[in-house]
């Protein structure tokens, strides 16, 4: 992709590192690395993740001389894993800066011995790189708190934030109609809405509400793994069932179940248990067909407590579903995008005790014009991040890194081209 006013003549050479697959994907670093380079399967990230033979691959003479053939101007290496893979490189790349990616600060997840081998890395990655990405406020904070080794880091070369984009295949994917006239109604309309306004824009608000009335689902779209804190949405679901709230709203909890793990299987049978009517879909599920779930969806519930972005909560909003989010400060980092002062995203203390979420949740289905609010707005700036301004952003944050003269590619990065290789 090329950021707005950039001329071919003027292309930057890239060389991307990613350990990250994409067939069967379905981790957030991997849909942000397909965006950016498709490649062939998924396989582990964490300390466990094939890093030591993706560095060993590095070192193929095949690799070195189409490397060296390249002559690449910058290297993007993604996450801690592409850093040995990086350091192989490095001869065949001639000096050309690094700018290391992180996608998911994984240190703040691993412990023992992975925490100190993840860890090491992170830092070491942002000690060789002349700039630090992260997805996130909470994980640039992280990095300089926990991760950056005291007084390495100058202040140019802190992490800073480039949110990820909304993929172009999802974004093309056409968004309910009601939703986007009652988005026109709202736009740069204060958070009271379209309330009492007359004509066109209280037809667009009436419409909108009975379709958002009409969706039954309040799903849940997160990988059935601890470290997502999907058993967070079975408990209010358990709640919400105690207390009679999912008849009186009518609505049928749905869960993505593709893994079948103890874990996995110990949570869908206690979903079934409370609510019987669940939809739990049990394989991968693509785009398009994610889209028709999200625009049946009420209300999409993302249960983590800390979520380096939470790539899903921008997909439903694309779509027109507006999410509950943890109130955390940031802690998920969608939030750095969709933000509720704006009236784009619900924010609750999700580690408060679940009768006290249902109880919530219950009061919030009951204004379903402030969900169709939401929803709208939601959808606004979802699609309004996309590829092109995400790429153009990381140019603008590497011109930068550059101009701090820290180091310059044989070009200058004025209208760089940021496709990938």
Known sequence: MEPEGASMSQALRILFLTLEF???????????????????????????????????????????????????????????????????????????????LNYRVFSRTAAGEDLE?????????????????????????YLVSHVSRKGSQAAATLPKVLLPALREDVRQLRPPAELLRL?????????????????????????????????????????????????????????MAAKGLLEQHSLTPLLL????????????????????????????????????????????????????????????????????VHDGNGAVGATDLLRSAAGEVFLLDLKAPPEQTAAALGALLSQPGRLADTAARAMLRARSWDESANAAELVRLV?????????????GLDGADTTNQ
Not at 263 to 278: E, H, N
Request: a negative charge; charged letters at 20%.
């Open 183 to 239: 988005a026109e109604a709202l736009r740069g309309a204060p958070l009271a809405g379209a309330e009492g306004q007359q004509g066109e824009c209280a037809a667009a608000k009436a419409e909108a509400v009975a379709a958002m009335a009409a969706r039954s689902y309040l799903s849940c779209v997160v990988r059935l793994s601890p470290e997502k804190e999907p058993e967070r949405f079975v408990d209010v679901v358990e709640a």
């Open 257 to 324: 179940g593709a893994a079948n793990d103890e874990y996995a299987q110990a949570l869908k049978a206690r979903l079934r248990a409370a609510a019987p009517q669940s939809v739990i879909l049990e394989r991968f599920v693509g785009p398009s067909e994610l889209a028709d779930l999200y625009r049946q969806t009420r209300l999409n519930f993302h249960p983590s407590t800390y979520d380096a972005y939470g790539m899903t909560v921008v997909e439903a909003a694309s779509q027109g579903a507006p999410s509950i």
């Open 399 to 411: 011109r930068g890194a550059v101009e701090a003269g820290r180091a310059c590619p044989a070009q």
């Open 22 to 100: 994409r067939a069967g994907t379905f981790s957030g670093n991997g849909v942000y690395a397909i965006a950016q380079l498709p490649v062939s399967s998924w396989h582990r990230l964490d300390a466990g993740a094939p890093w030591r033979e993706y560095a060993a691959g590095a070192l193929s003479d095949d690799v070195a001389e189409a490397v060296r053939a390249f002559a690449p101007q910058l290297v993007l290496a993604v996450d801690w894993s592409s850093l040995p893979a990086a350091r192989n490189l490095r001869p065949a790349c001639r000096g050309a800066p690094l700018v290391f």
């Open 117 to 141: 081998l993840v860890s090491g890395f992170e830092s070491a990655a942002m000690e060789e790189s002349i700039l630090t990405v992260a997805l996130s406020r909470s994980d640039a904070e």
